[in-house]
């Protein structure tokens, strides 16, 4: 059979305009810049070193066979949105070829064209043809959509008097209710409350699983894919690195190794972090061997993590606490810097050094992704937020240490005390 | 399933003009009738008087033009027609061209979010947008045959083609507007070029006075703006007034020429917009 989707040799070049400081090219510049030239005697000379060429793609090939649910994963920059916008026919490809045999709809967004001043019902007629549905073909799904975003009483409302989340459910919920050969799904899972991610997630399975629609599908959200995708393609600097089975494309992103931050994107992110009254943030080391390392760690050694930082004012119920996350995100411990303490503590303006030392045996040989997080008790986090640390792992503790290079899955690797006696 | 149906296959290349451009915009024509809805729509849901401003407007400037024109320079026109109805007469297309080349100019970068997230033939947003204001000339309309009435003036046999030159007016305004919404996705100071043809047009065109005040020798030159040969045409269907045919087919070429420089113009930048928009 022929496949559903082929793409041959696509590139797509941007061209980068360094001088310009605005984001728009205006008339003014251009003319200006033409008469600088002229009075140069050089009008037709091309303005050269201010462009630069970019290219988003480059020579990425691939077929998708029919009933294929492919993850295309990749860091940011990476051109996965490039190359879904390319199959949506939204931009254009500068080299190469693609020939698509079904109807494809593409989701980039949630709630494309949504108007805030006409209702739940005008909008959903809109969106709906807004992306290519028919008015016989939304009448005929009308209700289902209305049931699926559980907005029945607000119907008649105009958007802008919805909450974010009956927002987001009803656009969705629109997207969800289109019935294309080929559906291209760009991260729009990442809005919403967790229990409507899942009903989205449990939706777009049924559409592709049970529905046999090809899906090309990308997240950040890894966990997602794995669940949703069959096929994989593994995007890094506008090539494909890897275009497999999903687990093996998925683990081989993981391992790529370019997905760590390095020690200066961390000050750096710290010190773009919001100032705060109460706190600031001044440092962040993790520590083995008595050296700072970055990105990877080994499990069969003590891992320090030293939080610096400063507290302008005397401050009850202060609280540094780490989620050890896997890179999925699911959170597999939390530690506080205060749990061995009796009672909430204050603490005195001054500048103070909380340190945590993971003893060797607890980490397993994964990715963990380390949020560290900062708050007031009861009353408010304080910034950064969303601070995190990436941490590679490897296997060199006393765990499974007669089989060693077993990965077992386990998500802490605890060398605990067996006995084992003959009787 | 209908996959490999030739009906549905999709070539996507570099540069090509899609070969089913026209059929896909045929296709597409439900998004076309919903954005013109949306913004008729969402153009009266937020104003206190709606409809109201397509007959405030062009009355209230035909009520000025007539006190200054006729009564106080003391401008009398040739016109068979009471003076502000030959106001009127003009003021109905020109309203209606700079209205919908105002909405269409703009029109690209007020939907950008539809066009950086959505494939849709380009063309269909500025389409609407002049649509809306056709909506809003419905009304002037309205206005005018009030008008008539309360001066009991008959319209000629001539009235049957007026058709032809709201037809002819459309063109004008989606002509210019395409070009100058698709400059306006990459020279962002073209906005401000509008605002500027508008005003100096309503002086350099003859709504406030006859054409027929041109000396012979400069009217084939007058005509070069296209909306003269619009305006006359008006007059002559609705009032009877003579018409100048050298320069209406003057402007008529102007106008075809347009429309051909914005459509060429679009479709050899659209396939960019969402790059640059």
Known sequence: MEPIINVEKISKKFVLSHESKERYTALRDVVSQKVKNAVRGQFFKKDKGTKEEFWALQDVSFTVNQGDRVGIIGRNGAGKSTLLKILSRISDPTEGRITIRGRVASLLEVGTGFHPELTGRENIFLNGAILGMSRAEIRSKFDEIVDFAEVEKFLDTPVKRYSSGMYVRLAFAVAAHMEPEILIVDEVLAVGDAQFQKKCLGKMQDVSKNEGRTVLFVSHNIQAISNLCNRGIYLANGKIVMHNAIDATIEKYLHAGEAFSSSNDLAKRIAQSPSDPDFKLIDVAVIQDNREVVGHVVNGKELEIKLTYDLPNRVTGFRAFLDFCDDMGVTIFRTFHDEDREGIMSLEAGRYVSKIIIPPNILAPIIYDIKLLFGIHTIRMLPPHELVIRINVEQTGDYNKSYSGQFTGGKVCLSLPWTINKI | ?277
């Open chain 2, 1 to 277: 399933m209908t996959t490999g149906s030739p009906d549905n296959i999709i070539i996507i290349e570099p540069g090509k003009a899609a070969k089913n451009y026209w059929r896909d915009l045929w296709r597409f024509r439900e998004l076309f009738y919903i954005l013109s809805w949306r913004d008729l729509k969402v153009r009266y849901k937020q104003t206190v008087i709606g409809a109201g401003w397509s007959i405030i407007r062009p009355l209230l400037t035909t009520v000025i033009f007539t006190i200054v024109f006729n009564k106080i320079a003391n401008l009398q026109e040739t016109s068979k027609a009471p003076y502000a109805l030959m106001v009127f007469a003009g003021m109905l297309p020109w309203q209606f061209f700079s209205n919908a080349l105002t909405e269409a100019s703009n029109s690209l970068i007020g939907n950008s979010n539809l066009i950086s997230k959505v494939y849709f033939p380009r063309m269909i947003v500025p389409a609407s947008s002049v649509i809306t204001s056709l909506v809003d000339f419905g009304v002037s309309f309205l206005l005018l045959i009030a008008m008539m009435v309360i001066y009991q003036f008959l319209p000629p046999w001539q009235i049957v083609f007026l058709p032809v030159f709201i037809v002819m007016v459309f063109l004008a305004a989606f002509g210019t507007g395409l070009y100058i919404t698709a400059l306006n996705v990459k020279y962002r100071d073209f906005r401000y070029i509008i605002p500027f043809i508008v005003q100096f047009g309503l002086y350099v065109s003859p709504v406030g006075i006859s054409s027929s005040r041109i000396p012979e020798k400069w009217r084939l030159l007058y005509a070069l703006n296209p909306m003269v040969g619009v305006i006359d045409g008006f007059r002559w269907c609705l009032l009877g007034d003579p018409i100048h045919w050298p320069s209406f087919f003057m402007s008529l070429t102007i106008i075809l020429l347009f429309v051909w420089l914005g459509v060429w113009y679009f479709r050899k930048t659209e396939k960019s917009f969402a790059d640059n928009i």
